[in-house]
């Protein structure tokens, strides 16, 4: 074969081939780091899912533990001070404030804004007794669920109001003995929920991005095995329907033609054939509802008559030249010692290149047909002038429709390669196949028939 077609080959398989998805994704989920982050994210949903209550409820006997020194009156050395203010509250007082702090944090994750807001004012209050409480640790974990759920919007609105809030307390409400050291770090730890909150709701986005992305993969994995699926169920019945029902079609004609022949001679074969007959429009009932199946509905059904050769070309020819598209075909070697499938793919090739013709080439164009039969190699060229000023826009090679789809995989059958373009010297398009296939061995002559007696010879 030229290099000429070998190039267009590739250049039409390269065109054709649709690209693979990047694996990048998988290898996300195959890499330690985040196939474990993913794990632990989804064994954490579905444990939240069946059981909301829980990390509430946890969340609550925290903060209640850390503030168990403040209910025992214990001294527990705050860096704040306010040991004296604290113990000349009433122990009633004193539980309500680590209530009004603790409690709210069971409706966080639904309400984070509210609740956030609610403990802040709790604070504030506490600050105006002169009190510092270890409770008022739930104002960072308020802060940063506001931080991970709440609205953007909402979360700059209230560190401003926690950085007023603190200043006030310091300064003002309840003031400290190093203020300074103290602002510092308090605006360090609500620097620090903040940065969580956010580090996690991110996390949480990046996560969930690959999770859609996943299943999306997994989607478009489906569709691609269906539609190649399809495609090949297509050329399976097409195949069927073409090579496989020509072949019974004949075979019961025959069958059916010696039937009558031996039951005019009176031989005791013609059961045998008439069986042979009846199995014959069996198989074919069979495989038209077969290919029922396997074309599900993206084929019309078709009779399975016996299919076209090199031999039907005139007649397809003369149809083409009422049209009003001139034809000129000829041939080189000897088609008529291709096989049937191999003649079959010709006549396909030379009708579906025609009907393109007569639908793009435009009034007064003009069409040659050439088949060369050549050892091991069949080549089948149509070229047309195009003399429309204005020709419609055909096909092109990664865009064919489904007359240059259906030539390519035609000719793939028989490893060939299809070119198919505008001509090189001048107006008009050209389809070049080039298939490569084995000679057809002979046909052995056919059995003569016994004579019957009494025949003349």
């Given amino acids: 074969m030229s290099t000429p077609h070998r190039a267009a080959a590739a250049g039409d398989t390269a065109r054709g081939t649709a690209s693979t998805p990047s694996p990048g994704f998988d290898a996300a989920w195959a890499h330690p780091l985040l196939g474990r982050m993913l794990r632990d994210r989804s064994r954490r949903r579905q444990l939240d899912r069946r059981h909301p209550w829980l990390l509430d409820t946890a969340t609550v006997l925290f903060m209640l533990l850390i503030s168990l020194p403040d209910l025992l009156m214990v001294d527990h050395g705050s860096p704040f001070g306010g040991e004296a203010a604290r113990d000349a509250l009433r122990p009633a007082v004193l539980y309500a404030f680590v209530a009004a702090l603790v409690v709210p944090l069971w409706w966080r994750r639904r309400a984070p804004a509210a609740v956030y807001f609610t403990i802040l004012a709790v604070n504030l209050v506490e600050w105006s007794a002169g009190i510092w409480l270890r409770a008022g640790t739930a104002t960072l974990i308020a802060l940063y669920t506001l931080a991970r759920n709440g609205s953007l919007r909402v979360l700059g609105w209230a560190v401003g109001l926690s950085v007023g809030a603190l200043a006030l307390g310091v300064y003002a409400l309840a003031p400290i003995e190093h203020p300074l050291l103290g602002t510092f770090f308090l605006l360090g730890t609500l620097t620090a929920a903040v940065?969580?909150?956010?580090?996690?709701?991110?996390?949480?986005?990046?996560?969930?991005?690959?999770?859609?992305?996943?299943?999306?993969?997994?989607?478009?994995?489906?569709?691609?095995?269906?539609?190649?699926?399809?495609?090949?169920?297509?050329?399976?019945?097409?195949?069927?329907?073409?090579?496989?029902?020509?072949n019974l079609s004949v075979m019961v004609s025959v069958a059916d033609g010696a039937a009558v022949l031996a039951g005019?001679?009176?031989?005791?074969?013609?059961?045998?054939?008439?069986?042979?007959?009846?199995?014959?429009?069996?198989?074919?009932?069979?495989?038209?509802?077969?290919?029922?199946?396997?074309?599900?509905?993206?084929?019309?059904?078709?009779?399975?008559?016996?299919?076209?050769?090199?031999?039907?070309?005139?007649?397809?020819?003369?149809?083409?030249?009422?049209?009003?598209?001139?034809?000129?075909?000829?041939?080189?070697?000897?088609?008529?010692?291709?096989?049937?499938?191999?003649?079959?793919?010709?006549?396909?090739?030379?009708?579906?290149?025609?009907?393109?013709?007569?639908?793009?080439?435009?009034?007064?164009?003009?069409?040659?047909?050439?088949?060369?039969?050549?050892?091991?190699?069949?080549?089948?060229?149509?070229?047309?002038?195009?003399?429309?000023?204005?020709?419609?826009?055909?096909?092109?090679?990664?865009?064919?429709?489904?007359?240059?789809?259906?030539?390519?995989?035609?000719?793939?059958?028989?490893?060939?390669?299809?070119?198919?373009?505008?001509?090189?010297?001048?107006?008009?398009?050209?389809?070049?196949?080039?298939?490569?296939?084995?000679?057809?061995?002979?046909?052995?002559?056919?059995?003569?028939?016994?004579?019957?007696?009494?025949?003349?010879?």
């Fill in 195 to 246: 940065a969580v909150g956010l580090t996690v709701r991110i996390r949480g986005l990046y996560l969930a991005a690959l999770e859609d992305r996943a299943r999306q993969l997994e989607v478009e994995q489906e569709q691609r095995v269906r539609l190649t699926a399809a495609a090949e169920r297509s050329r399976v019945a097409r195949e069927m329907h073409d090579i496989v029902g020509h």
């Fill in 264 to 457: 005019n001679r009176g031989e005791r074969s013609a059961d045998a054939l008439r069986i042979l007959g009846d199995t014959g429009r069996q198989a074919m009932s069979e495989l038209r509802r077969v290919l029922g199946v396997l074309r599900e509905g993206a084929d019309e059904e078709r009779s399975l008559a016996p299919q076209p050769g090199i031999g039907d070309l005139d007649p397809l020819l003369a149809r083409v030249r009422a049209a009003g598209l001139p034809v000129t075909y000829r041939t080189v070697g000897d088609p008529d010692a291709l096989g049937d499938g191999v003649q079959l793919t010709v006549y396909r090739i030379v009708q579906e290149s025609l009907t393109n013709t007569l639908k793009h080439a435009g009034p007064g164009a003009s069409a040659e047909v050439t088949v060369a039969v050549a050892p091991g190699e069949v080549r089948i060229r149509i070229a047309d002038t195009g003399t429309d000023p204005q020709p419609q826009p055909r096909p092109s090679g990664d865009t064919a429709g489904h007359g240059l789809v259906g030539i390519r995989q035609r000719a793939a059958m028989y490893g060939g390669t299809v070119v198919a373009g505008p001509r090189a010297g001048g107006p008009g398009w050209l389809v070049d196949v080039v298939l490569d296939v084995p000679s057809a061995p002979p046909a052995p002559p056919a059995p003569s028939a016994p004579p019957v007696p009494g025949e003349q010879l």
